[in-house]
């Protein structure tokens, strides 16, 4: 049946590149539909096997660069349900909305700010989906779905999830699912400052789930109902809060780079004056080029001391810190009270495995040395769900399988995530690694019981060459540091 | 202030260990109360730096020893909000409450099944707290608060938290925060045995964080509304199930005895045939002898096929797993379709978080090498939140900062979770580390710039020895690894 279906050159479906990213997040066992065996459920997906390492080891990447391996950041893990005066004070309650509107004709439900705006590039778009503009867009926009003009008035929808906590219901007992990581270290600010002795500048990582009930949900993972991020708050001198916003962009950016992302897929774009939130004095995104255009990765923003300073106002304490040296220009001597500012680094984690697998994604046309094409992953080897594939190359020969088998627990003892394949020919084996992402696979076969060497192939260039099975944890270690 | 306070000859105020513990987690960082500035929520607590390193070090090792280190369980990671037809299916929208009970007198609110039950231990236990029961128990308890018998009727109150997905709220807009984790993995059974082809018996195992409307809270973090699981979904065949809940219960005993829980304060107790859940067959508890007294930390129970058969009715989706050795009594021929039966040995992390502060804490008197007395958290060094504190003697000479820097640097650069420390003296240093539970102390000192060694300082015993910083961090990985 999949023979009727156009193939590429390389024996792939011919399909938009995101179709092709979420079969093989399913075939693979990267991302399942959430619920699958009851139709699913809005905008839910899970995680399956490879998709969990992955997706471990992009936050394990951020959680070791950001918080251990620097003086200046510690972690926290808060709650996700806070007290709901936290989300008064931050301005959520009364604020975090989206413009909702009916249309009146097909009654599809859509974001105002989202809509196709006539006279604009929008329009142009939708016109090319073969849609028509029925009726005069009084408002400006259409519904994305009919093209109708007959709409509901715009309404402010909250986009916080609420819940009671508690037996009994009432006012009281309301509660919300977080919409972001980033208060809790506002909220917490002075007991980790005081607990560690903390000096500005220094920062509080946190990472975790969070909540937005979206109207819109769209392109796979990428905008969806729950989902997890990976948020730093920088607490700086009030002077100094340009030069640490410089700072953390490049940091960030880099970040990205360091794992591999290609240079020409990513970019920093700073925030016009008119796009800017509220609470920030200057922002950069980055951004990445998905496949259906520039977009959002990560916020790098100025919160200047806005969120403190909300939470002393609502809740009465002072939040302010103590630097003994700092001459108070009221008294001008050494010893002055004040609130930080803020640089907030804001990254999706569920973007970042989205944004990782799309830029690793790969197809190889069939080659001099290899006679079928092939879907690659081309994960940096520290995100790779699995590091390196042991493979017996005969399944029924015992001193193989065993040698495979003892190889596989030397990586393990050196916390090095390695797995044992033994199904089908070798050639349907590194396929399914190269579609895995693995970086190496280590084959035992016939002249390992001579010189107790294997076959290291590498996924990139299906280069192989012969190491000595005592070298196979250090050389797969290295390289993966590299 | 605090020398008015009774204290033992450890130096450490004469308080209930409970008390001691909570206020340890406050003082180094372990454990806040959440949003403490808005006096709090109720039964939620923040993980501060050293907290949340602890939690993420137990879950990281249930992880690589329950999934990476073993070639027949594979991890998931699934949404918190599933589709509610799971919990229809699943029995919780119907069954999972507990019987609520207000006091008419003093107006608490209290589980009927926990209230002190008149004419048994409790009862006594009640008294001994200086309380009276007040009139005739007809329904054989009374308000655990007063002691009334003036009670209002037992009402079922389902514990799952309800939200709204999407714009409008309507019967068809209610989801559930999951109770646990471990429906996800019935649910993904086939996703995931069919995508690595997975052969009986194999495991899918997830860790989360689950959400229960707790009526009663109590003893810190461990009866909570908001916690974290580390749950495994053993599918075995049938007639071997008895066999496999026998290997997980000693499994899961051992994994705790191995990361350093006295045995003395473990135990493993089968469950009486009244105590069994509907779903299940047979049931261990591992329980610990908490401050209160012995209580459950995880459960490993025989499911049967409950689960599957449930969602294989209520979904319409065939479940079965197909073998094809299996010889079918019905047509006395290989190849059989059927419902796999699933052992789960389902952990508290948060409960581990707390179980394995309780069993580390310690306290010393002075002693002949050290005047003042001691608080020492004894933590497996693979759980423990630093390995490894490098201390530079004098905080003013550059060399020994610097020399210090170099060090931590080294045990970064091989993963291992240094920390810099400059701040007072040494020996309060040493005191910080050893409520930190952290194993190793490094001095760089005088020393040091002659021949290159330094100071290893031993938590436990506060032994201490002369080694090469070359050796440093092969020194602390294999102590680590022991």
Redesign the interface.
């Known amino acids: 049946m999949s023979n009727d279906k156009k193939k590429n050159k390389s024996g792939v479906e011919d399909l938009p590149l995101m179709q092709k990213i979420v079969a093989l997040c399913?075939?693979?066992?990267f991302i399942?539909q959430?619920?699958?065996?009851?139709?699913?459920?809005?905008s839910?997906?899970?995680?399956?096997?490879l998709?969990?390492?992955l997706?471990?080891n992009i936050m394990n990447e951020w959680?070791?660069q950001t918080v251990?391996?620097r003086?200046d950041i510690?972690?926290?893990?808060?709650?996700?349900?806070?007290?709901p005066?936290?989300w008064e004070a931050s301005g959520h309650v009364a604020g975090f909305n989206d413009p909702?509107v009916d249309c009146k004709l097909c009654k599809s439900?859509f974001r105002a700010d989202k809509a196709p705006q006539v006279g604009i590039d929008a329009e142009v778009e939708y016109r090319k989906q073969g849609k028509t503009i029925v009726g005069v867009a009084e408002r400006g926009y259409v519904c994305p779905e009919c093209g109708s003009v007959e709409l509901s008035e715009e309404r402010q929808?909250n986009l916080m999830?609420?819940?009671?906590?508690?037996?009994?219901k009432s006012d009281d007992s309301t509660?919300y699912?977080r919409p972001e990581t980033a208060q809790?270290m506002f909220?917490?600010f002075?007991?980790?400052q005081q607990?560690?002795?903390l000096k500005l500048p220094f920062g509080i990582a946190q990472q975790g789930?969070s909540?937005r009930?979206e109207?819109t949900v769209e392109h796979f993972i990428f905008r969806s109902?729950?989902f997890e991020q990976m948020e730093m708050e920088y607490f700086c001198e009030p002077e100094e809060s340009d030069t640490w916003l410089d700072y953390w962009k490049d940091q960030r950016y880099q970040w990205y780079i360091g794992l591999g992302v290609r240079p020409e897929n990513l970019r920093l774009r700073p925030h016009d004056s008119d796009e800017l939130a509220h609470y920030a004095k200057a922002c950069y995104d980055v951004e990445y080029k998905y496949p259906w255009g520039w977009d959002e990765l990560e916020g790098i923003a100025n919160r200047t001391d806005y969120d403190l300073r909300n939470?002393q106002r609502?809740?009465g304490?002072k939040?302010t810190y103590f630097n003994p040296q700092k001459v108070n220009p009221e008294t001008g001597k050494p010893g002055m009270h004040y609130l930080p500012h803020v640089i907030e680094p804001a990254a999706g984690a569920t973007r970042s495995v989205l944004m990782f697998l799309v830029d690793a994604y790969d197809e190889e046309p069939p080659s001099e040395g290899r006679k079928d094409g092939r879907v690659v992953l081309r994960l940096h080897p520290r995100i790779a769900p699995i590091k390196a594939a042991v493979l017996p190359l005969v399944k029924k020969d015992e001193w193989l399988t065993g040698k495979a088998?003892d190889i596989?627990k030397r990586f393990?003892k050196n916390?090095v995530?390695a797995f044992?394949d033994e199904?089908d020919a070798i050639g349907r084996r590194y396929a399914r690694q190269d579609e895995a992402g693995t970086p190496f696979c280590i084959t035992v076969d016939g002249q390992t019981k001579e010189d107790d060497t294997v076959t290291l192939r590498y996924r990139d260039d299906m280069r192989q060459e012969r190491i000595k099975v005592d070298e196979a944890v250090a050389i797969v270690e290295a390289k993966t540091r590299e």
Chains 1, 2 share one sequence.
């Open positions: 399913k075939r693979r066992g399942f959430s619920s699958e065996i009851y139709g699913g459920l809005r839910a997906y899970d995680y399956g096997p998709g969990v390492e997706k471990r959680w070791r251990h391996e003086e510690v972690g926290i893990d808060a709650s996700i349900i806070m007290s005066r936290v909702l439900r929808f999830f609420k819940t009671d906590l508690g037996p009994v509660v699912l809790a909220v917490n002075l007991n980790v607990t560690y002795r789930k909540f009930n109207i109902c729950e939470h609502a809740s304490k939040l088998r596989v393990w916390s995530n044992y199904k």
